[in-house]
Structure formats: C-alpha cells, structure tokens
Nanobody
Framework: QLQLVESGGGLVQPGGSLRLSCTAS????????IGWFRQAPGEERERVSC????????YYTEGVKGRFTISRDSDQETVYLQMNSLKPEDTAVYYC??????????????????????WGQGTQVTVSS
C-alpha cells in the first residue's frame, strides 16, 4: 500500500487560506488516483476533491468549487489542496487517500469511497475568528 502523510493544517480566520500537502512513498504517482476527504465531528466522511494523476482529470464537491484547487508536484511526489476563502463550515480533519493502481481510472469522480485503500493520518483544519 502507498504510504501517505498529510501536513499543512491549522487554525485560520474566515476568508483565509491554507495549503494542505499529501506526500507519497511512491515515485510513480501517475498510476494512482489521489483524493482529499474531510470529516467533521458527528458527520460522515466527505470527498472534497480528487485527481486521476495520469490524466490530470479532477473533481470537486459542489461546496468547494472555485475555492479549492488540487494539484500535483511531480518532482516531490506530493499532491496539494489549496484552500482559499475558507469558511467555518470547512472545519474538519482532512485526509488524503489513494486508490490501488489496479483500480485506476481517468475519472476519479465515479469511484466509490471504498476504492480508496491507502489513507493518511489526517490533518486538522479549523476556520474560526
């Protein structure tokens, strides 16, 4: 399984920005789908965004479109989630996750959450004044 480590969470005021990083143990990220998920207390885990690395196709959940951007640094084998115009409702633990290469698809939006087999430990994002 791919080893994933998230970083970049923290406390930010409404309207602020954060950039989350997801660093992978593999040097061949292009065979993976990487997703960013979040889970707030008492709520179900929600897929925020995903990228099919090989194709570059991306997906964003409706509530973050235009505010969040997923990207990849191929040199560092890192996937980022740039979060702008943050709102209190964005407060959650954010996780990155990967789909096994055998299940790779160019259209990550159609993958069920159960397809994501490798998970990071999560990073807390708190948006509050």
């Amino acid at each position: 399984q791919l080893q994933l480590v998230e970083s970049g969470g923290g406390l930010v005021q409404p309207g602020g920005s954060l950039r989350l990083s997801c660093t992978a143990s593999s040097f061949r990220l292009d065979v993976y789908v990487i997703g960013w998920f979040r889970q707030a207390p008492g709520e179900e885990r929600e897929r925020v965004s995903c990228m099919s690395i090989g194709s570059g196709n991306t997906y964003y959940t409706e509530g973050v479109k235009g505010r969040f951007t997923i990207s990849r640094d191929s040199d560092q084998e890192t996937v980022y989630l740039q979060m702008n115009s943050l709102k209190p409702e964005d407060t959650a633990v954010y996780y990155c996750a990967a789909v096994d290469p055998r299940a790779y698809t160019d259209y990550c939006r159609y993958l069920p959450t159960s397809a994501f087999e490798s998970w990071g430990q999560g990073t807390q994002v708190t948006v509050s004044s």
